[in-house]
C-alpha cells in the first residue's frame, strides 16, 4: 500500500536531510576557512570543535522541516511553495543558532560560518529535493509508487479532478473508479468506469484497497456529504473533498473562524487584503520601472526617431483602458499605425495584414518595442510591471456580460505583463482563457510570482506571434 511506501520515503528523506545538513555544515566551514574568500584572524576554531554543535543542529533543523510541512507528499506541492518553506525552516534556524551562541557565550564561533551554512544549506536543500521530485515522478509516470483512488459523486468536480489526474501520470494517481447516483452505472469518462451508487462505499471501504477517497458530489447531493464523510472516517481512509463550486470559490479560499463556524471570502486578493503587499509590490514596480526606462532608453529613442522619419503623425499613441477600481486611464503607445479618426480607431481588434499598420509599426508590435512606454504609466500609478492586460472600455462592457468573474481582474492594477501573456495568450487568443490565468494570478499573487513572469517575459513574453 502506499501508506507503506509514504511511511519508507518519509524516513529515507529524514536521514537524507541529515546527511545534507552534517554536509553543508563541512562545506561551510571549509569556505569560511580555507577558501580563501574571507580575511582570516591568526587563530579559530578547527573542523572538529564546531563538528561538535551538529549534536545541537540536526535534531533542530529536522524538527524545523517538520514543522514547515516538509515532508508532506511531493505529488502535487509546488516547488515554488516547498523552496520557500526551506527557506523559512532554515532562516528560523539561523536565529535560533545564532541565539544559542549569543546566551552561551559562545563568541569563538564564527557568524559569517553560520551564514554561510544557511546559503550553502538552503541551496543543497532545494537542489536535491527538486532531484528527488524528478526521480519520483518519472517513476510514478512508469507505473510505480502509484496511489489507489475512488471518487464519489459525478459532477463537474469529478470530471475536473479526472482530467487533471489523467494529464498528470507522473502525479501518480490510479482512479480505481467513481460511485455515483445520478448517473447510469457503467457510465465512463476520461477511461475510468461508474461502478455503482454511493452506498456502494459502505462494501468497498472494509477492503482496505484504497488510498484516498476523493467526494466529488454535486450540488444538488449535498445533503449526503455527512454520511459519507461519516463512513470515510469509520474506515480510517484518507479522504479529501473536491467542491462542485469551483468556478465560485477561489483555488486558495481565504476562510474566518466565527466561533467555530468556518466562513469562506468569495474573493481573496492578497494585493487588497495585506497593506504591506501592497507597499512591496508598488516599490518593486517604481524601483523596476526606473531601472528598465534607463535600459531601453536607447531603444526608445531611435524607435522615436525611425517612427517620426516614416510617418507623419504624432510620437505617442494614447488610448483610453479601464485599470484598477474600473477607473478610466489613458495608457501610452509608440504609434504603430496611420493616424486615423477615433471613431475609426474604436471599430475593433487589429487584423492580420491589417493597413493602418506601418511597416516599423509591424515589427515594433512582432517585438513588443510600442509597449516601452506604459514604464511611465508605471510611473503614474495607473499600471504595474505584472498584472492582467486593461482593455478598452467598449470591450470591458461587452465581456463582463459574455464572461463570468471577468471584471475581478480590475481589482488589481493592470499590468505591462502577466500570467497570461507569459503563457501564449496575447493578442487574438481565447478571452476566456486569459481571464482564467488572471484571475490565478490575482488569487495567487506573491513577490515570488512576480519575478517568476517577469523572468518568463523576456524568454518568450516580448515576441508576439499574434501582434499584427
Known amino acids: 500500500m502506499i501508506k507503506d511506501n509514504q511511511k519508507l ?12 545538513i552534517v554536509f553543508s555544515y563541512g562545506v561551510s566551514w571549509l569556505i569560511r576557512f580555507k577558501s580563501g574568500f574571507f580575511e582570516l584572524s591568526s587563530w579559530y576554531l578547527s573542523l572538529e570543535q564546531y563538528m561538535k554543535l551538529l549534536i545541537y543542529i540536526v535534531p533542530l533543523y529536522l524538527i524545523l522541516y517538520y514543522a514547515f510541512h516538509l515532508y508532506t507528499s511531493k505529488r502535487v506541492q509546488g516547488r515554488r511553495l516547498e523552496a520557500w ?4 525552516a532554515n532562516s528560523v534556524g539561523l536565529m535560533i543558532l545564532i541565539l544559542f551562541l549569543y546566551l552561551g557565550k559562545m563568541m569563538d564561533y564564527s557568524r559569517k560560518m553560520f551564514f554561510v551554512f544557511y546559503c550553502v544549506n538552503i541551496f543543497l536543500e532545494i537542489v536535491v529535493r527538486n532531484f528527488i521530485r524528478m526521480v519520483l515522478r518519472k517513476y510514478r509516470k512508469q507505473g510505480y509508487n502509484q496511489k489507489h483512488v475512488l471518487l464519489v459523486g ?11 489526474v489523467m494529464t498528470h501520470p507522473e502525479w501518480g494517481y490510479i482512479v480505481n473508479g467513481i460511485l455515483a447516483d445520478n448517473v447510469p452505472d457503467n457510465t465512463v469518462y476520461r477511461g475510468v468506469r461508474v461502478l455503482g451508487g454511493t452506498e456502494e462505499l459502505a462494501h468497498i471501504l472494509p477492503e482496505n484497497k484504497m488510498d484516498e477517497i476523493v467526494i466529488t458530489l454535486g450540488l444538488s447531493e449535498y445533503h449526503k456529504l455527512a454520511h459519507i464523510v461519516n463512513m470515510c472516517e469509520k474506515s480510517g481512509v484518507h479522504t479529501k473533498f473536491v467542491p462542485d463550486y469551483n468556478n465560485v470559490i477561489p483555488t486558495k479560499p481565504y476562510t474566518e473562524d466565527i466561533l467555530g463556524m468556518p ?3 468569495i474573493r481573496h486578493v492578497p494585493l487588497n487584503s495585506n497593506m504591506l503587499n501592497a507597499f512591496v509590490k508598488r516599490s518593486v514596480d517604481i524601483f523596476g520601472a526606473v531601472v528598465a526606462i534607463i535600459l531601453f532608453s536607447p531603444v526608445m529613442l531611435v524607435t522615436s526617431f525611425i517612427i517620426k522619419a516614416t510617418s507623419p503623425g504624432p510620437l505617442i499613441f494614447k488610448q483610453e483602458r479601464i485599470g484598477r477600481h474600473n477607473r478610466p486611464f489613458y495608457m501610452y503607445k509608440f504609434r504603430s499605425m ?3 479618426d477615433e471613431k475609426d480607431e474604436k471599430k475593433g481588434w487589429t487584423t492580420k495584414n491589417d493597413p ?4 516599423i509599426g509591424k515589427f515594433i508590435r512582432k517585438a513588443s518595442i510600442d509597449e516601452l512606454p506604459q514604464l511611465f504609466n508605471i510611473l503614474k500609478g495607473d499600471m504595474s510591471l505584472v498584472g492582467p492586460r486593461p482593455e478598452r472600455p467598449q470591450f470591458v462592457e461587452k465581456f463582463k456580460e459574455e464572461i463570468p468573474r471577468y471584471m475581478i481582474k480590475h ?11 507569459v503563457n501564449g495568450y496575447r493578442g487574438d487568443t481565447s478571452i476566456r482563457k486569459r481571464i482564467e490565468y488572471d484571475l490565478y494570478y490575482i488569487e495567487n499573487w506573491t513577490l515570488g510570482f512576480d519575478f517568476k513572469i517577469i523572468f518568463l517575459t523576456f524568454f518568450k513574453g516580448f515576441i508576439n506571434k499574434n501582434a499584427y
Not at 493602418?356 to 511597416?359: E, F, L
Open 9 to 20: 520515503l518519509n524516513r529515507l528523506h529524514v536521514v537524507l536531510d541529515a546527511l545534507i
Open 263 to 265: 466562513v469562506i471570502n
Open 85 to 88: 518553506h526551506i527557506v523559512q
Open 356 to 359: 493602418r499598420v506601418t511597416p
Open 154 to 164: 459525478y459532477s463537474q468536480a469529478a470530471e475536473g479532478y479526472l482530467d487533471r
Open 411 to 421: 481589482q488589481v492594477r493592470p499590468g505591462l505583463t502577466g500570467w497570461a501573456q
Open 338 to 340: 496611420v493616424v486615423q
